[in-house]
């Protein structure tokens, strides 16, 4: 009863899970304090208190409606103070029209790519890149064309996209602060990437959408500011979630926000609210859209992830491996120690050390580590890591 098509992408099934379910064999054999899982990116830190206090008084509240349906695009209170939000921290003045709430950001991507894209629409992606990028482009019929990043700093090869917009190109996807490499894309980069974007737009007669996935853009290492999509390019659209910023990926929150300047702005906006209904995602969860409008300042603590980053980079630098040092969200992307990155993988798991092989990223040779672990976990895994880095020292 399954289709030939699904049965095709299980078998080929996330390298991330398949880890993650490893590492559950694994626990039932040691105990969980003798296994080292870095496989999956689940935000290690709780939510904040203000979310479980503001969480509390609405279940204890008598505001009607809060369990109702509303407008597909989401409460307008909600998206209202969202516009705002974003009209603080970037200076573009937004209204609750260009802000759809979704069901988390995999939610809001598969909407966007539902809106824009006719069968053979190629989208861009960056390897590495998270995984299902492929799958949500692949659901509506759109292609994804791979540019590789730079090895030396992980960002985009403007000379190598330039070679992959296409007249056929309809969208180019960003996510920075990178998963799974942790790098922030720079404002020098992005701004090389509009001034290309635009030629290719007026060689080829086209409008490209720029997206940028961006659900680790509060945890970031610096001080200097992330740079804002929607400033630098006009056909943009940013889509952002608080599973990582907030902790709360089990509550699928998100939203879109559509950049005012983009021509059909309205056009584009009412396809979005179209899609997230004949999607079956209907509206965003209410209750939690609510929570999230009264918490929208409310930060991460980064330091709990510095802590461990700093830690971990130190020990695999001093074992030998090649690591850029992340400057956002929690995941750290060195070298294998050898050519076949999935070799070294199973390799690890002799010493109950759940890593994820860099092909799984559209990128062979590197290991991604999520470091969103108890610190006691990275701790105790430095034996583990030193005896991986000895069989090939």
């Known amino acids: ?142 292609k994804a064309i791979i540019s590789p990043c730079r ?28 998963n799974p490499t942790g790098a922030v894309y720079s404002e020098n980069i992005l701004n090389n990437m509009a001034e290309l974007v635009h030629k290719k737009e007026r060689e080829y007669s086209t409008n490209i959408l720029i997206i940028s996935d961006e659900p680790y853009n509060q945890l970031v290492y610096s001080n200097k500011p992330v740079p804002s999509i929607l400033k630098i390019f006009p056909n943009s659209a940013v889509i952002n979630s608080f599973s990582k910023s907030l902790s709360l990926p089990g509550e699928r929150i998100g939203y879109i926000a559509v950049n005012p300047s983009i021509a059909d702005a309205e056009l584009l906006i009412n396809g979005m609210v179209y899609a997230n209904r004949i999607l079956g995602f209907v509206n965003a969860p209410s209750l939690f859209q609510k929570v999230i409008a009264k918490c929208l300042d409310e930060k991460a603590d980064i330091n709990i992830y510095k802590e461990r980053r700093d830690y971990l980079y130190h020990h695999l630098i001093r074992l030998g491996f090649s ?18 990155d999935v070799e070294l993988v199973r390799r690890a798991l002799k010493y109950n050390l759940l890593l994820v092989p860099g092909r799984g990223f559209g990128c062979p040779g590197y290991i991604r580590i999520s470091y969103s672990v108890s610190m006691d976990t990275i701790r105790n895994s430095i034996p583990a890591f030193e005896a991986l880095a000895a069989e090939f020292s």
């Open 1 to 142: 009863m399954v289709s030939d098509k699904v049965k095709t992408k299980m078998s080929q099934s996330s390298w991330i899970r398949a880890m993650f379910e490893e590492g559950e064999k694994l626990r039932k054999q040691y105990g969980s304090d003798k296994v080292f899982d870095f496989s999956l990116g689940n935000p290690f830190s709780e939510p904040p208190k203000a979310i479980k206090d503001t969480l509390k008084n609405f279940i204890n509240s008598n505001e009607p409606g809060l369990h109702k349906y509303m407008n597909n695009a989401g409460h307008p209170d909600v998206r209202e103070k969202i516009a705002k939000h974003i009209y603080k921290n970037t200076g573009i003045d937004l209204t609750e029209k260009h802000i759809i709430m979704t069901c988390g950001a995999a939610g809001a991507l598969n909407v966007v790519f539902k809106t824009i894209l006719n069968p053979g629409d190629e989208v861009i992606i960056f390897s590495p890149y998270f995984p299902e990028y492929l799958a949500y482009i692949d659901n509506h019929g759109g």
């Open 151 to 178: 090895p030396d700093t992980f960002e985009p090869n403007i000379e190598d996209l330039e070679t992959k917009i296409t007249p056929a190109t309809k969208a180019i996807l960003l996510n920075s602060p990178n």
């Open 323 to 340: 690591c850029v040092l992340p400057q956002g969200a929690f995941y750290l992307f060195p070298k294998a120690l050898i050519d076949d």
